[in-house]
């Protein structure tokens, strides 16, 4: 039995799968990134930016710029177009700086 690659990604797309966006519990087509999942369900400002107080969004959908920055399950600054979604991700807004002087032991 010979299965078509165009059979795959047709079954593959159809799939969807849920995460959480701010709270909000959204679905996503399997082997989407962050960013195109976001935008199909209405989102376009991903968080703000952290000079201006600006909406950030989708800009070069490349990786090059840092304008679409999330957090994701915790992680902050994950460029949302270069990562696909996951099932059960949250995802939240960049508001502002990651905390880079986090106390390693809390003791």
């Known amino acids: ?13 159809n ?3 849920p995460f959480y966006f701010n709270g909000k519990l959204l679905k996503a087509k399997q082997g989407q990134t962050i960013a ?3 935008m199909a369900n209405g989102i376009c400002k991903f968080g703000v930016s952290r000079k201006l107080q600006q909406p950030r969004g989708l800009f ?10 999330v957090s994701v399950n915790g992680l902050d600054h ?14 939240s807004s960049n ?6 002087r986090r106390e390693v032991n809390e003791n």
């Open 1 to 13: 039995m010979k299965i078509s690659p165009d059979k795959l990604v047709e079954d593959n797309q």
């Open 15 to 17: 799939k969807e799968i």
């Open 36 to 38: 195109a999942a976001l």
């Open 60 to 69: 070069c959908a490349n990786g090059r710029c840092c304008s679409c920055f």
């Open 78 to 91: 994950v460029l949302s177009c270069m990562t696909q979604v996951e099932a059960g991700a949250n995802i």
């Open 95 to 100: 508001e502002g700086d990651p905390n880079v």
